[in-house]
């Protein structure tokens, strides 16, 4: 009996142990936007914090109306590029899936979308990036330099009071600042 109760609690360790592994090979547990299913993740995120920090820092960095116009212009147009392409590629993705489906697959048909897939995914990183160089050359040498000092202070003493960005919750959780 007892060599029964133990086959029973190891096949059962076993079923259970197979359903984690495929749980975790599905993606769950990762972290979203890092390497895991998560949307965004990318260049777009780097613009979005940039832009926040510059934002929270307007005075400290003397920006003029002008420049914060600029700045959240910038934000704003990366945001909305970013859904789009995003929105496309996952259409794209589910259409492969769809492909791949078929009895009878179509190798070329599912490349080319594939292509296409790829291909917006490189306009979507290189729009960000132009936006993080165009959001960089907003600021005049003097709020660069003080933007580097600020920020340095704030990855220093994540308690300063001097350190403009707000509590836990409002920080965006992909930005490198302090929580």
């Not at 029964?4 to 749980?23: D, E, M, N, P, S």
Request: hydrophobic share 40%; aromatic share 6%.
């Amino acid at each position: 009996m007892s060599k029964k109760l133990i086959g029973i609690v190891a096949v059962v360790a076993l079923v259970f142990g197979a359903l984690a592994l495929t749980a975790f090979a599905d993606g769950y547990g990762k972290e979203e936007g890092y390497h895991g299913k998560g949307k965004g993740g990318g260049f777009e995120d780097k613009v979005s914090c940039k832009a926040y920090f510059l934002l929270k820092n307007k005075e400290e960095l003397g920006l003029s109306d002008k420049q914060i116009d600029k700045i959240k212009k910038l934000k704003l147009s990366v945001k909305k590029d970013a859904i789009k392409k995003s929105a496309e590629i996952e259409v794209l993705a589910l259409d492969i899936k769809a492909g791949l489906w078929k009895d009878k697959a179509n190798s070329a048909a599912l490349g080319k979308l594939i292509d296409k897939k790829y291909k917006l995914k490189a306009e979507k990183a290189k729009a960000a990036i132009g936006a993080y160089v165009a959001l960089k050359k907003v600021l005049t040498k003097p709020q660069k330099a003080k933007m580097k000092g600020l920020f340095k202070k704030c990855k220093v003493s994540e308690k300063s009071k001097k350190c403009k960005v707000p509590k836990k919750s409002k920080v965006p959780k992909k930005c490198n600042l302090p929580r």
